[in-house]
């Protein structure tokens, strides 16, 4: 019953490095997510994959990249770590059916000192 | 400017009160789906209203989707310690395949 996989759950960078955040799903769904979310704004769509080969940007792309590696996996990178990027990242997955509900993981809490 | 307005931002009662938690929003969504969080941990899905006029229930918790689908509400009867943690609504745009949160409401319910 793992469902989302999120790693790792912790990570402290220093300005200007780079790192990738992996995500994983064992449900066969379609599409997924990367979501940050900071205090008072809610969760902010950054990147998503509607389905396997494909990628667009969502709210807030500017600083990270996306790989669809396979339909279970999709990772978010930052190439140059900023503060502004200090935050909660939840990778989540979905059928691909309209209307349907999101499964989250549990989270990557990034800080960029 | 959020796309989804959640109020109220927080929200501190006793055990036994009622409450509402309003999402409101001047676009169309094709859902309404109302998440639950907890510290340290991701949105889990509590409900999805698809019809406009939609009321579903869950056990003391009741949410109801606009007639407009541009709004929706979370009602709790009889607060528990339990219910507290954060609560997110989110809309799935008409086109695009994608949800688009309100900011949260934090929940605390003493006992």
């Known amino acids: 019953n793992a469902g989302v996989t999120q790693t790792p759950k912790f990570q402290v960078l220093k300005t200007g490095q780079s790192m990738t955040l992996q995500c994983a799903q064992d449900?066969?769904?379609?599409?997924m997510y990367w979501y940050r979310q900071d205090p008072g704004m809610g969760l902010r769509l950054i990147y998503y994959s509607a389905s396997e080969g494909t990628t667009d940007k969502g709210e807030v792309p500017n600083g990270y990249n996306v790989s669809r590696l396979n339909k279970r996996e999709f990772s978010l990178r930052l190439e140059s770590a900023a503060p502004s990027q200090t935050s909660v990242y939840f990778c989540?997955?979905?059928?691909?059916?309209?209307?349907?509900?999101?499964?989250f993981g549990s989270g990557t809490r990034l800080t960029v000192v | 400017t959020q796309l989804l307005e959640q109020s109220p931002q927080f929200l501190s009662i006793q055990e036994g009160e009622n409450l509402t938690v309003y999402c409101n929003s001047s676009?169309?969504?094709?859902?309404l789906q109302w998440y639950r969080q907890e510290p340290g941990e991701g949105p889990v899905l509590l409900v999805t209203?698809?019809?406009?006029?939609e009321v579903k229930k869950l056990k003391r918790l009741t949410f109801q989707f606009g007639d407009a689908r541009k709004d929706s509400s979370l009602h709790i009867t009889a607060a528990q310690p339990g219910d507290t943690g954060l609560y997110l609504c989110a809309g799935e745009l008409v086109y695009g395949n994608k949800l688009v949160f309100g900011a949260g409401t934090i929940l605390r319910v003493k006992s």
């Open positions: 209203v698809v019809t406009g006029g």
């Open positions: 989540a997955s979905q059928p691909g059916t309209e209307n349907y509900g999101y499964t």
């Open positions: 676009s169309v969504f094709s859902s």
């Open positions: 449900m066969n769904h379609n599409s």
